[in-house]
C-alpha cells in the first residue's frame, strides 16, 4: 500500500504534463516482480498477470539476440477498463485522448518508455496473448534501439517488424498456433493483392496514414497488418538483419522511409514494394498449392486404403474357397462318403461287377 501510494506521488509530480490535465489512475495494487519485469494489476487479474509475466520473460529470452535487451526493468500495468487505461496511457506516455482511446479499445500498447500497458480484456485473447505481448515488446526494443522515428516514419516496417519478431520467436514453442497465424496473414495479402486492395507501402509509413486505414474498417485495418507482415518478413529473408539494421539507422538518421531503404537496400522503396507483393505472391500460390496438394493427398490416400482393403478380402475370398474345394476333397476321398462326381465314378470303377 505504502508502494502504491509513494508511486501515485511519483507519478502525479513527474507525469509530462499535456494540454489536457493527467486524468487520475486507479492505482493497481498488486504486483508480482520476475527477473526483468515488475507487473502492476487488480487482485481479480491475477492469472493474466501470470501469464503476461511468462510471456514476457521467453520474449525478453528470444528477442535479445536479434533486438537487444531493455536498459532497464520494464513495468507492465494491466488496467480493469477501456477509461482507466486510456487515463494510464495518456498520464504516463503524454498520448492524446483520440490515440489513448484507440489503443485502449485495442487492448495492448508497446513497451514505451520501459512500460508495457494492457486491458484485463486480453485474458480472452487465448493463445494470441503471447503474439500480442511478444509484438508489443518487440516495438519497444525497436523504439530503445533506433528511436521513435520507425513508429512515426516507417510504420510499416515498425507493425511488421513487431509481427514478425513475435511469429519467429514464438514459432519453436508455439508451432501450431504461429504456423496457422502465418498462413492466415499470407492468405489475406495474397487476396488483397488479387482484389489490388494492398496499399502502396509509401501510403502506409506515417502513423497518420496507419491509424488512418485501421480507423476506416476492420479489412482494411488487417490489410495493411497482413502486408507489413508479409514486407518485413521479405526484408529479413531477402537482406538478413544487417540490411534491416541498416534501414533502421537511416530512419533513426533521420532519413524518410523511402531514402532509408534507397540507402540500406539499394533499391527504391517502391521496387521493394513490388519485390514484396512478388513474395506475397508466390507464398499465396504456395499455400493454395499445398491446400490443393492436402486435398489430393487425402482422396489419393483414402483410394489407396480402398485398394489395399478390396485386395486383402479378395485374397480371402481365394482362401476360403480354397479351404473349401480341400474340405470337399477330403470328404470325397474318406470311406463311405460319395460326395463328387470323380468320387463316385473311381468308387464305381473300382466296385467288382
Ligand atoms: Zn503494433
Redesign the pocket.
Same mark, same amino acid.
Given at each position: 500500500m505504502l508502494i502504491a501510494l509513494a508511486a501515485a506521488l511519483f507519478h502525479r509530480v513527474f507525469a509530462p504534463s499535456s494540454a489536457h490535465a493527467a486524468p487520475r489512475i486507479l492505482e493497481p495494487y498488486a504486483a508480482i516482480h520476475t527477473a526483468h519485469a515488475t507487473l502492476l494489476y487488480h487482485p481479480g487479474n491475477a492469472e493474466l498477470a501470470n501469464t503476461v509475466a511468462e510471456v514476457f520473460e521467453f520474449a525478453y529470452a528470444a528477442l535479445g539476440p536479434e533486438l537487444g535487451y531493455p536498459k532497464g526493468k520494464i513495468t507492465i500495468r494491466i488496467y480493469d477498463s477501456t477509461e482507466e487505461m486510456a487515463a494510464g496511457l495518456m498520464a504516463l506516455l503524454g498520448y492524446e485522448r483520440p490515440k489513448a482511446e484507440l489503443i485502449a479499445m485495442i487492448g495492448?500498447s508497446?513497451n514505451t518508455r520501459s512500460t508495457m500497458h494492457l486491458h484485463a480484456r486480453t485474458k480472452h485473447w487465448g493463445p494470441y496473448l503471447w503474439h500480442g505481448v511478444t &509484438? =508489443?515488446y518487440? &516495438?519497444g526494443l525497436v523504439e530503445q534501439g533506433y528511436g521513435a522515428g520507425v513508429a512515426t516514419s516507417a510504420r510499416w516496417l515498425? =507493425?511488421g517488424l513487431?509481427?514478425y519478431a513475435a511469429e519467429r520467436t514464438l514459432k519453436p514453442k508455439r508451432r501450431e498456433f504461429e504456423t496457422a497465424w502465418s498462413r492466415s496473414r499470407f492468405r489475406l495479402a495474397f487476396k488483397a493483392l488479387i482484389r489490388r486492395d494492398l496499399f502502396p507501402l509509401e501510403r502506409v509509413t506515417t502513423e497518420e496514414q496507419w491509424l488512418g486505414n485501421m480507423a476506416k474498417n476492420r479489412y482494411a485495418w488487417d490489410v495493411e497488418?497482413a502486408q507489413a507482415y508479409a514486407a518485413a518478413r521479405y526484408l529479413v529473408e531477402r537482406y538478413g538483419f544487417d540490411g534491416l539494421r541498416r534501414v533502421l539507422e537511416g530512419i533513426e538518421g533521420g532519413l524518410p522511409c523511402q531514402a532509408a531503404i534507397a540507402k540500406g537496400l539499394g533499391i527504391s522503396l517502391r521496387g521493394f514494394d513490388a519485390a514484396s507483393q512478388a513474395f506475397i505472391f508466390r507464398r499465396g500460390m504456395a499455400g493454395l498449392w499445398m491446400s490443393r496438394t492436402a486435398g489430393l493427398t487425402l482422396v489419393g490416400g483414402s483410394m489407396v486404403v480402398a485398394a489395399l482393403l478390396w485386395l486383402r478380402t479378395r485374397r480371402k475370398g481365394v482362401k476360403a474357397r480354397e479351404a473349401v474345394e480341400a474340405h470337399r476333397a477330403v470328404l470325397a476321398s474318406g470311406p463311405g462318403y460319395a460326395v463328387t462326381g470323380a468320387a463316385r465314378t473311381a468308387r464305381r470303377r473300382a466296385a467288382p461287377k
Open positions: 495492448m508497446p &509484438h =508489443e518487440a &516495438h515498425y =507493425e513487431g509481427d497488418y
